[in-house]
């Protein structure tokens, strides 16, 4: 009888344990010891919950090529909005790592003519710093490509490379933070559907999906291009939650698409106009104003979001057209960075619209009539 008690009481114990640990892990909370009981159930709820809640962005199709989606004309939305319904924890690998990129050495001769080399010569220099710094290690990134060529991989590497060099020309290098990158692009459409549905989401009308609480994404192989296109738009959610945290759906999905049509040109970055919403290099589809996008936070859950994409593209192609523009996303970015676990209400943001662009609604009306041109970095 004795020894029946001490094994109740050592299991109760050890289920004790577990369930601690099962709190640290998974809510980023210390464990209740004053209510075991309730906590555990708790616990418990809170597991239930997350199966099919976690929050997860999608990227719909560019062209639909299976049957069951031939006949769908409404652009269905699978995303969840971005609540705090995850552990709120830096996703990211820390700060990113800069070396020197060479020093550069300066004289003046005789006749009163400066010199800059960078090879040291035979006789006493002075040493100019240009400042110039090269990213070490922007990102790690685990791509399960399976029958896919190793080129792909390499594209997608430095398109993401233009990514982050992009982002550090708006917020700075030291603002940018190592982002760990989890993309599987699966080569059939069934095989994309049953990961999608294993995983609680709602793969219909999609092409690409990413969740934030595993920090993964699955892309459908319908062919390359295709393919190169949703997975940058997929790992740009990433990039935005590890280094600017939960952010308003119009910046994170205007980002998202603002890179899709990202190339390289020796050590050039380019991004083109997203061909989904232009032609020509002129707009093709009615958008919100600036100013009523960011209200529309809720609206991202309903219906056709066609218009929502296009817009969130629209304002961030259009803010990165100019230096205020910049200027103001930047403002934006560092002040998101500074709280990542919220995002800011869209009464905060239209203040710091107005304040820095006082003329936005005019501006943006006379730039979406205007073609526009690829972006450099």
């Known amino acids: 009888m004795f020894k029946t008690k001490l094994r109740v009481v050592f299991v109760f114990f050890v289920l004790l344990i577990a369930s601690a640990l099962i709190a640290n892990h998974f809510t980023g909370r210390v464990f209740n010891y004053s209510d075991p009981i309730g906590e555990v159930k708790r616990i418990y709820n809170y597991l239930a919950s997350q199966i099919v809640t976690e929050p997860l962005s999608t990227k719909r199709p560019e062209k639909v090529s ?3 989606l031939q006949h769908t004309l409404v652009s269905a939305d699978n995303h969840l909005s971005q609540v705090n319904n995850t552990r709120c924890v830096d996703v990211s690998l820390g700060e990113v790592k800069y070396k020197r990129n060479g020093d550069i050495f300066t004289w003046t001769d005789s006749e009163g003519v400066p010199h800059f080399s960078d090879k040291k010569p035979d006789f006493a220099v002075a040493t100019y710093n240009p400042g110039f710094v090269e990213s070490l290690d922007y990102f790690d990134l685990t791509l399960n490509t399976p029958n896919l060529p190793s080129s792909f991989n390499q594209e997608l590497r430095i398109k993401l490379n233009t990514v982050f060099k992009a982002y550090g020309q708006v917020i700075g ?24 549905k294993h995983r609680g989401g709602d793969p ?22 295709s ?24 910046l994170n ?7 899709e049509l990202t190339k390289n040109n020796m050590q050039t970055g380019i991004v083109e106009p997203n061909r989904s919403w232009t032609k020509n290099n002129n707009i093709t589809k009615s958008v919100f104003t600036i100013n009523w996008l960011i209200g529309l936070e809720d609206t991202w859950k309903k219906g056709d979001n066609s218009k929502l994409y296009a817009s969130s593209w629209a304002a961030i192609y259009f803010l990165m057209d100019t230096q205020a523009g910049r200027a103001l996303l930047k403002n934006i970015m560092l002040t998101e960075q500074q709280s990542p676990c919220s995002k800011l209400s869209a009464k905060k943001l239209k203040k710091m619209l107005y304040t820095q662009l006082p003329n936005l609604k005019r501006e943006y009306s006379q730039w979406l009539k205007m073609p526009f041109r690829a972006h450099n970095f």
């Open 227 to 250: 393919a190169m296109r949703t997975s940058v738009h997929e790992a740009v959610h990433a990039i935005n939650k590890a280094v600017l945290g939960y952010t308003p759906r119009w």
């Open 173 to 196: 290098v030291h603002a940018l933070k190592k982002v760990k990158l989890n993309l599987t692009v699966l080569a059939t459409r069934s095989a994309y559907e049953s990961v999608i």
């Open 204 to 225: 219909k009308n999609t092409a690409g999906m990413y969740f934030h609480g595993s920090n993964s994404a699955f892309i459908h192989y319908d062919n390359a291009q």
């Open 253 to 259: 999905e205007g980002f998202a698409e603002y890179f």
């Open 66 to 68: 299976t049957t069951t």
